[in-house]
């Protein structure tokens, strides 16, 4: 049985917060459909980045950790460790530049699975990669400063070592996933349409590494991956289902937006699953999403404390905005 339809967002853990903020929505295009604080503690940033309409598969969240005594990331067993983003074929040499033109190192353009493949880190040095993809039907609107037919589509997959491999593979079958196949050390899975095609932003890259060293998530790294499930009842079908073969997750809780469980899967990756209701327009109109500060109910009585003590940001431009401007200062 299937009971998830892709991936709904990705969540990270960013070092610098207008430096997250100028990369994403001045590097990648994206645009900010959230802007709100951690719903456990209030008094940190969190941003979401998508397409214009904030849809499911196309959103990366980053929690702002700023002074915050964390170490930082460690790949290794037991942790995610790349976000894919699908772009149209023939864009890596454009992206390649645009990266390179924003201070980060992009690498060598490599192959996978037959499609071309360009890893960089972003400013908080999140391992990130575009992947050309011929067969993502996707066609979102322009992004801001991305040139057309360029544009980001939303995720193409994440990519996580396990522990033990056959458990995440046992896992991942059984909540829908199969397999697409096998590169080397990688195992690809994926959830096919009814056509007996591939769904684009689907993808779980499983690594199999049974050397490498215990994984550590930390600044710089991913928590963790959110699959999407069609409602809140489906969403308790499934919390029953796998509680009652063994594994551990949260109760369904309301993030406002939408209601997540989490659990650490058999070989050592966090997910998490979420709904898609009642949606970002509950506190903003759909045209102006992510232009105030949204805050979880639990902390709207504490607004006022909680904006005095959060730390000032320019919103109004990205990272290539304010590079051209300081080269046109500099003339």
């Keep these: 049985m299937t009971w998830i339809k892709g991936l709904h967002h990705i969540t990270g853990a960013a070092t610098n917060g207008q430096a997250d903020h100028d990369f994403y929505t001045g590097v990648l295009g994206l645009r900010m459909v959230k802007k709100t604080v951690n719903h456990e ?28 005594p964390l170490p930082p990331y460690q790949r290794g ?15 890596l040499e454009y992206w390649r530049d645009r990266l390179a033109d924003a201070g980060t190192e992009p690498k060598e353009i490599a192959e996978r699975f037959g499609d ?7 400013l908080s040095g999140i391992p990130s990669e ?26 193409h997959s994440v990519s996580a070592i396990s522990r033990i491999l056959e458990l995440s593979l ?30 684009a932003g689907s993808f779980i890259d499983l ?55 989490y659990l650490t899967e058999p070989g050592g990756i966090n997910i998490e699953f979420s709904n898609l209701a009642p949606g970002w327009t509950v506190d903003e109109p759909a045209d102006s999403l ?12 504490h607004r006022a404390e909680i904006e005095g003590k959060l730390p000032p940001f320019n919103f109004d431009k990205g990272t290539l905005d ?10």
């Design 41 to 68: 503690t209030g008094d940190q940033y969190h941003f979401f980045y998508g397409d214009q309409d904030g849809n499911a598969g196309t959103i990366m969240t980053n929690f702002i950790m700023e002074n915050v």
């Design 170 to 199: 046992g896992f991942f079958g059984a909540i829908g996933l199969e397999g697409f196949g096998t590169e080397g050390d990688r195992t690809r899975l994926g959830l096919k349409d009814g056509n007996n095609g591939w769904i």
């Design 290 to 301: 992510g232009s105030i500060l949204s805050l979880p109910s639990q902390w709207e009585p």
């Design 130 to 155: 575009l992947i050309e993809s011929a067969d993502d039907p996707r066609t979102p609107p322009a992004l801001s400063g991305v040139t057309e037919g360029k544009q980001i589509r939303g995720f």
């Design 77 to 91: 067993r037991g942790s995610l460790t790349e976000v894919a983003y699908s772009i149209p074929p023939g864009s």
């Design 116 to 122: 071309r493949v360009l890893a960089f880190a972003d």
């Design 207 to 261: 690594v199999d590494e049974p050397e490498a060293p215990w994984g550590r998530w930390g600044l710089g790294g991913i928590h963790h991956a959110a699959f999407h499930v069609e409602s809140k009842e489906r969403m308790e079908q499934l919390w029953r289902v796998l509680s009652g073969s063994g594994l551990i997750l949260t109760d369904l809780r309301d993030r406002k937006y939408f209601h997540s469980m």
């Design 322 to 331: 304010r590079k051209n401007e300081a080269k046109t200062l500099g003339e």
